[in-house]
Nanobody, 123 residues
Framework: QVQLVESGGGLVQAGGSLRLSCAASGRTFSSYAMGWFRQAPGKGREFVAAIRWSGGSTDYSDSVKGRFTISRDNAKNTVYLQMPSLKPEDTAVYYC????????????????WGQGTQVTVSS
């Protein structure tokens, strides 16, 4: 199994940037995938981005495509979400998730979840 620990959230003014990190402990496999989700106040959980451990294939939701960037450092077992030019509508709790990526792209069915990190963007 995999344990996920997130960091990097915080309060930022509109136009600022944040980089979220998700450190994975435990065994991961070449077919493993990591994803980012977010849940805004009063709204449901939304898929943001995903990446394969092996090869680095990425997948983005339409709402963040071309703006956010997901990446990974295999040696550190860490996945990142670079979030530039943040907007108030990006305010949400961001969750890191892990799961088997045999059926790529993977937007659901993740087995492991981080605790969530709050991102607040002020106007």
């Amino acid at each position: 199994q995999v344990q996920l620990v997130e960091s990097g959230g915080g309060l930022v003014q509109a136009g600022g940037s944040l980089r979220l990190s998700c450190a994975a402990s435990g065994r991961t496999f070449s077919s493993y995938a990591m994803g980012w989700f977010r849940q805004a106040p009063g709204k449901g959980r939304e898929f943001v981005a995903a990446i394969r451990w092996s090869g680095g294939s990425t997948d983005y939701s339409d709402s963040v495509k071309g703006r956010f960037t997901i990446s990974r450092d295999n040696a550190k077992n860490t996945v990142y979400l670079q979030m530039p030019s943040l907007k108030p509508e990006d305010t949400a709790v961001y969750y890191c998730a892990g799961g088997y990526a045999g059926n790529w792209p993977k937007r659901q069915g993740y087995a492991y979840w981080g605790q969530g990190t709050q991102v607040t963007v002020s106007s």
